[in-house]
């Protein structure tokens, strides 16, 4: 019972820079892990960065030193913070979370609608 909803995508050129935002309602106290991945079409989603409820993040390393990502629990939003930005990293950037029980056991991941992100050379 989380619903995710992602903002921030557009259209913009090589080496410019976009900040992606995603807004979490429901049951958000039970929200632990949440991250953003991607996919462009042909291609399987893929991770781009996760950030526990403590603050602790993972990036893959094609957005390491580009991308950063922050969290906001007091309003219950992530963020994505692209700067340095290519064309391979167009595609839809979907908002994920993952949700424990009140034991601390993942119990589900949930997802946004997406966020179409296009970087034209």
């Given at each position: 019972q989380v619903q995710l909803v992602e903002s921030g995508g557009g259209l913009?050129?090589?080496?410019?820079?976009?900040?992606?935002?995603?807004v979490a309602s429901g049951i958000i106290f039970r929200?632990?892990?949440?991250?953003?991945?991607?996919?462009?079409?042909?291609?399987?989603?893929e991770l781009v960065a996760l950030i526990t409820k403590e603050g602790t993040t993972n990036y893959a390393d094609s957005a390491k030193g580009r991308f950063t990502i922050s969290r906001d629990n007091v309003v219950s939003t992530v963020y994505l913070q692209m700067t340095g930005l290519?064309?391979?990293?167009t595609g839809v950037y979907y908002c994920l979370a993952q949700v424990r029980n009140t034991?601390?056991?993942?119990?589900?991941?949930?997802?946004?609608?997406?966020?179409?992100?296009?970087?034209?050379?």
């Amino acid at each position: 019972q989380v619903q995710l909803v992602e903002s921030g995508g557009g259209l913009v050129q090589a080496g410019g820079s976009l900040r992606l935002s995603c807004v979490a309602s429901g049951i958000i106290f039970r929200l632990n892990t949440m991250g953003w991945y991607r996919q462009a079409p042909g291609n399987q989603r893929e991770l781009v960065a996760l950030i526990t409820k403590e603050g602790t993040t993972n990036y893959a390393d094609s957005a390491k030193g580009r991308f950063t990502i922050s969290r906001d629990n007091v309003v219950s939003t992530v963020y994505l913070q692209m700067t340095g930005l290519k064309p391979e990293d167009t595609g839809v950037y979907y908002c994920l979370a993952q949700v424990r029980n009140t034991i601390n056991i993942p119990v589900g991941d949930y997802w946004g609608q997406g966020t179409q992100v296009t970087v034209s050379s």
